[in-house]
Nanobody, 123 residues
Framework: QVQLVESGGGLVQAGDSLRLSCAAS????????LGWFRQAPGKEREFVAG????????YYGDSMEGRFTISRDRAKNMVYLETSSLKPEDTAVYYC????????????????WGQGIQVTVSS
């Protein structure tokens, strides 16, 4: 059973940085990918970043690279999303997700999801 628990969200001001964490438990994640998605009010859930657990190779959604950095700590079974220069339009619920196999950008490719965590960026 895969379990994903996000932490680190909250209310920040525009221009601030924030680190989101995802504690992953379940099988060995070798051969898996973990990703971050976000969903703003009234919008579809979108891919932010993904990481191939074994190699650490990472991928980013359109316009995400540069202000978002994904990383993982295999010893701790943690995945992180470092955010910087946050903007009000980054306000969303951020989700950690996992899939067996290579990283993908589609919501439908990920069968395992955390409960999500709110990030609110004030102007």
């Amino acid at each position: 059973q895969v379990q994903l628990v996000e932490s680190g969200g909250g209310l920040v001001q525009a221009g601030d940085s924030l680190r989101l964490s995802c504690a992953a438990s379940g099988p060995t994640f070798s051969g898996w990918s973990l990703g971050w998605f976000r969903q703003a009010p009234g919008k579809e859930r979108e891919f932010v970043a993904g990481i191939w657990w074994s190699s650490g190779m990472n991928y980013y959604g359109d316009s995400m690279e540069g202000r978002f950095t994904i990383s993982r700590d295999r010893a701790k079974n943690m995945v992180y999303l470092e955010t910087s220069s946050l903007k009000p339009e980054d306000t969303a619920v951020y989700y950690c997700a996992a899939k067996n196999g290579r990283t993908a950008a589609s919501v439908n490719d990920y069968p395992y999801w955390g409960q999500g965590i709110q990030v609110t960026v004030s102007s």
